[in-house]
């Protein structure tokens, strides 16, 4: 059983940028696809962004395109997201989450299919 330590959040004026982190432990973590969610107050965890085993693909959600990059170093059991361009509606607790993944290229956006999470890392962003 893995498990995941976010860090890295924190206050942000709009437009600013933040690195996330997510270190692993407890399990083999490249046999997991691996993600970060958000959850804003009063609304539902949503998809960020995904990744595959091997770190070859990756999936993003609208909103986040061309902003937000997720990265992996499986040498170093980690997991990044870099955010840029940050709104004030990126306000929300990110969560890194760990799916046991049979496929290297597959990525799981649907928060109930996760099998691992960590407790999150609030990042506030101010207008």
């Known amino acids: 059983q893995v498990q995941l330590i976010e860090s890295g959040g924190g206050l942000v004026q709009a437009g600013g940028s933040l690195r996330l982190s997510c270190a692993a432990s407890?399990?083999?973590?490249?046999?997991?696809?691996m993600g970060w969610f958000r959850q804003a107050p009063g609304k539902e965890r949503e998809f960020v962004t995904g990744i595959s085993r091997s770190g070859g693909s990756i999936s993003i959600a609208e909103t986040m395109k061309g902003r937000f990059t997720i990265s992996r170093d499986n040498a170093k059991n980690t997991l990044y997201l870099q955010m840029n361009s940050l709104k004030s509606e990126d306000t929300a607790v990110y969560y890194c989450a760990a799916k046991t993944a049979w496929g290297s290229g597959r990525v799981y956006s649907e928060p109930n299919g996760m099998d691992y999470w960590g407790k999150g890392t609030l990042v506030t962003v101010s207008s």
């Open positions: 407890g399990g083999i973590f490249s046999s997991y696809a």
